[in-house]
């Protein structure tokens, strides 16, 4: 299984980015997919994950502000982050697992928010 993440990049602060994450070659069905991120000299924290029932949990600093979404079908996690700010600033990587507790990981995406 791979997990192929996209949509990183540049953007000034109050803008918006939406990073996707597809599960290639996967026959499984994940109980559970999201986002981590990892700043320069920051421990990797939880942004948001959605569960097969579509229940979601976000980290309180991204609340009100990302949307994560995922399709089953496509075995696919969205994260539509908006009102972007500076500490947002990080690589991004999605995660996918199963429910016998398999994870896989996407190489990651830098999201930089700057004017």
């Known amino acids: 299984v791979q997990l192929q993440a996209s949509g990183g990049g540049l953007v000034q602060p109050g803008g918006f980015l939406r990073l996707s994450c597809a599960a290639a070659?996967?026959?499984?069905?994940?109980?559970?997919m999201g986002w981590y991120r990892q700043a320069p000299g920051k421990e990797r924290e939880l942004v948001a994950r959605v569960f097969g029932g579509d229940s979601t949990n976000y980290a309180g600093s991204v609340k009100g502000r990302f949307t994560i979404s995922r399709d089953n079908a496509r075995n696919t996690v969205y994260l539509q982050m908006n009102t972007l700010k500076p500490e947002d600033t990080a690589v991004y990587y999605c995660?996918?697992?199963?429910?016998?507790?398999?994870?896989?990981w996407g190489q990651g995406t830098q999201v930089t928010v700057s004017s």
């Open positions: 995660y996918a697992s199963t429910l016998g507790g398999t994870t896989f």
């Open positions: 070659g996967s026959v499984f069905s994940f109980s559970v």
